[in-house]
């Protein structure tokens, strides 16, 4: 489904997810070839030309390639050369929690909740320092716990960086969210709890397990071919991942991808 295709209802919130651009302390970054500045700012732009209005954004971690304060903020000043809707943040693997959390910009974002109407989108941390694999520390758990409680009457999306249940690519598989069974314990006993979405995989993916609808968002460099056994690098190009959030609980989504570019990708990488 393109972006164009979502249904047209009243009051829905238009959420942009972008996730995993990997850049680096300056602007002259490559990841297997392609300049991770320039494939953001296509995506940036992409999604200024094909939405006409935006509630709010979230990035879902990796936004640095090697962790580095001018990596997050040039990331923001990026970001706000298009858009000056709401946005929220959280780390992914290859980032820094602490530098994320001790930035300082005219601009941050939201590191753990933000509302939308009759939605709220929870960001968790299921970064672990030095590992590529995710885990969500108790008290992460315990805040979900606490925002579901409190927000009963709130149709909730939950947004991390790892993915919790397997993607169908057995290398990235092995990194996944590794207490994923405490997190949908959780989830489980909150009705409320409509989607949950991530990154971390560089490509797209959508499942639904017990009513709750599960998603993977294209990266916004280089893209992994899916189902696949080893590392290997997709030839689909950057994208994004909209969603429409309506009053009562109903949810559309649907991803949209850069075209009319040609990127210099190391397609032949064993790995990065």
Request: glycine share 6%; aromatic share 8%; net charge negative.
């Amino acid at each position: 489904m393109s972006w164009s295709e979502s249904p047209t209802k009243e009051h829905a919130m238009r959420l942009i997810q972008i996730t995993d651009s990997h850049l680096g302390p300056d602007s002259e970054e490559l990841l297997l070839g392609l300049n991770t500045d320039d494939s953001l700012i296509d995506v940036l732009q992409l999604i200024a030309a094909e939405q006409t209005a935006v509630d709010a954004l979230v990035c879902t971690g990796d936004i640095a390639s090697n962790p580095h304060s001018g990596s997050y903020a040039r990331f923001l000043d990026r970001v706000r050369d298009y858009f000056t809707a709401p946005l929220g943040w959280l780390p992914g693997n290859h980032d820094s929690a602490e530098l994320m959390a001790n930035l300082e910009h005219p601009h941050l974002p939201e590191p753990r909740l933000m509302n939308l109407g009759n939605w709220q989108l929870v960001l968790l941390d299921s970064s672990v320092p030095g590992e590529i694999y995710g885990e969500l520390e108790e008290s992460e758990l315990a805040f979900l716990e606490r925002v579901l409680k409190a927000g009963s009457e709130r149709h909730t999306m939950i947004a991390l960086h790892h993915q919790p249940i397997p993607v169908g690519s057995e290398w990235i598989d092995e990194y996944l969210l590794r207490n994923a069974r405490d997190f949908f314990g959780v989830i489980d006993q909150h009705s409320q709890v409509k989607a949950v979405t991530w990154g971390h995989v560089h490509q797209s993916f959508h499942q639904q397990r017990n009513g709750v609808q599960l998603y993977a968002t294209p990266a916004t460099c280089v893209q992994f071919k899916p189902n696949s056994q080893r590392f290997a690098v997709d030839t689909v190009m950057p994208g994004y991942r909209w969603f429409d959030l309506h009053p009562d609980g109903t949810l559309e989504s649907g991803v949209s991808r850069v075209n009319g570019k040609i990127y210099r990708i190391d397609y032949q990488s064993a790995g990065y």
